[in-house]
Structure formats: C-alpha cells, structure tokens
C-alpha cells in the first residue's frame, strides 16, 4: 500500500510519528509536495485537522484520492475523524482498506466569470468594510428570488451548515443531503429566511454593490474583490473523505453544534467571535487569537474564560513552548 502525507503547520515530532506508525505497519510513505516522483497512490494522510483538509482542497481541483484527516491534538471534527495518539489503533483498518468513503459535497466558484478553487464549506459575500450595508440579487437557475439589503449572503453546503451558517440563522443540513443552503445575514427585510435549493442548481448573487468594495470569502479563509457577480455550482468530482471509525462521528457532532447553537444565542459577541477563529484556524495563542480578532487584550481575556467556563474550549501546554498556552475548540463527540 502506497499512502501519500501532507499538511502544514505541525510539529516534527507529529510527522515523525506518523511516518514511523506507517512505517511500523509496512505501508509505503511518501511525501507530497516534493519534487521527487512519487508512487501511484492508494490514498492520502491529511495533517492538521479539518483546516489541513480543506487546505489540501483548495490547493488540488484533484479529489479522486481518498483523503484521511489527522488532528495532531485530540480534537475531533467533521473532516478529520482521527486524532494522531488513536491512529495505532486504525493503521491495520486502513492497510487493509477496511473503511468507508464519504462523498463530501464541494462548491464550484467563479468571481466575475474566472474560476477560482472549489470548496468545502461555504462562500461568504461581505462589504470590505464591516457594519456596512450590500445590496445584491440572488438568482436560483436563472429566475430572480430575491433583491435584498443586507449585511452579507452565504452560500452553504451541507458540511458548512453548522459553521459559519449556523451562527448567521441558518439550518443545520445533515451531511448526505443533496442540497445547499443560502442565508441572507441581518436583511432589512424582516420576514428574508434562508433558503435550501437542489445542489443541482445554479446560483448567481447578482448585482452586487456597496458604499465600498465587496469582498468574497472562500471556507473563512480567503478573500477575492468582486466587482458584479458571484457564480455557486456542485463541483465535481466530489470530496473523497475516509471514514475508519464506524459510530457516526459527524451525527455525534452535530448534535453538540446544535447545542451550541442554542448557547450562542446568549454568548457575548466577543466569545462568538473567538469560537469562530479557533474553528476556522485551530489552536492558538492568546497572543496569537488577540492579532487575529483585532479585540483588546482584556476582551480575549474574558471572553476565553467565559467560553473554558462552558466548556467550548480547552487550554493546554504548547509542545513548541512549555511556557506557552494553546487554547483549542473541544473534542465535538
């Protein structure tokens, strides 16, 4: 068996690991992204927790290898299923090909009619400038729905569902749902709900203008100025996610992002906020998630204990540096 490696922003002694877990187990490693030829592939070992994964994603139109997420801590999440002090356990699982393959639904992107990389969890349209009205059209397979007022527009899929759409009102989609979700975020129309449409369709947000530039957001990540329009389409082929655990991972999450939910509701701003930093960008310092949120030092401060206190978030010692804390969202099963 041939198992290709990749991801970004680990430890040594985690890659170490790994590879002499793989190793041990008399399955072939080879790394991805070097410039030596590599075997033909069976799958591929995904570092660094669901954000690893969608980043493997946004730099592959690629997806017809299986992929396996690893978390390097004990983090469990809808993408990465497995965290590295458990793979032991599953090598002989997975030298064997004895899982399941999880077709994770992508979204196709073009910004202007120029494609840009697919992807997993949702395409976010904003003004530049935060607090600031957009006007736009949206358009399902070429008939209008709606010409809105709003803060934004988010286009979802079914794994995107409960992140960054759930915290702006809209549904949670359970992952083999053939369908996306739109949300128009804080519309000035009172009675605008969120929409669920074929993932078979075509939709365009149209006739995008604010007082200053718009900006489009892929999976939280990257942004892209837009001047007119926003195309959203099914991308095929789909996501290939390995599956090695046989409870329902994603079902078991699910259920405490919809307590979660139910908690935000009542969460100050700033504790929302830091949630969603950690969820898109994995574990960090204060320091670090106080430059992220651009929040004063004191509002991290207390809106991290507010969130230890519920239990959202844990704190640990860095590997890197003992003198160092690492917060990180909880394990989700």
């Known amino acids: 068996m041939n198992i290709g490696i990749t991801g970004t922003g680990l430890t040594p002694a985690s890659i170490t690991n790994l590879k002499k877990i793989l190793d041990d187990a008399d399955i072939n490693v080879s790394s991805i992204g070097t410039k030596s030829k590599t075997k033909k592939l069976d799958c591929v070992i995904v570092l660094g927790g669901d954000r690893g994964v969608r980043n493997y994603f946004h730099s592959t139109f690629d997806s017809t290898l299986p992929v396996l997420g690893i978390n390097e801590s004990e983090s469990n999440g809808f993408l990465a299923q497995i965290d590295l002090k458990e793979f032991s356990a599953y090598v002989k699982k997975l030298k064997k090909m004895n899982f399941r393959i999880e077709e994770v639904p992508r979204l196709g992107v073009k910004i202007d009619g120029k494609n840009v990389f697919p992807v997993l969890n949702d395409v976010a349209v904003f003004s530049s400038k935060s607090a600031m009205l957009m006007e736009h059209t949206l ?10 007022s709003s803060d934004g527009i988010i286009i979802s899929t079914p794994i995107g569902s409960s992140a960054y759409s759930m915290s702006a009102g809209g549904p949670v989609i359970f992952q083999d749902s053939s369908v996306f979700g739109i949300i128009s975020v804080n519309s000035l129309d009172v009675i605008r709900r969120p929409l669920i449409v074929s993932n078979d369709s075509i939709i365009e947000i149209d006739e995008i203008s604010a007082r200053t530039n718009c900006d489009v957001v892929l999976d939280g990540i990257d942004r892209f100025k ?12 789909s996501a290939q996610i390995i599956r090695l655990k046989k409870d329902s991972t994603a079902i078991s999450a699910l259920a405490k992002k919809v307590q979660l939910a139910e908690d935000l509701l009542n969460m100050p701003p700033s504790s929302k906020l830091l949630l969603k930093i950690l969820e898109y960008e994995g574990s960090m310092t204060q320091k670090e998630i106080a430059s992220k949120t651009m929040l004063p030092d004191r509002t991290v401060r207390l809106a991290m204990t507010h969130l230890l206190e519920k239990g959202y978030v844990k704190r640990k010692i860095s590997v890197r540096d003992s003198r160092q804390k690492i917060y990180e969202i909880t394990k989700l099963d």
């Open 139 to 148: 358009r399902v397979n070429g008939d209008e729905v709606w010409h809105d």
């Open 226 to 237: 837009v001047n007119k329009i926003v195309e959203a389409t099914k991308f095929v082929p």
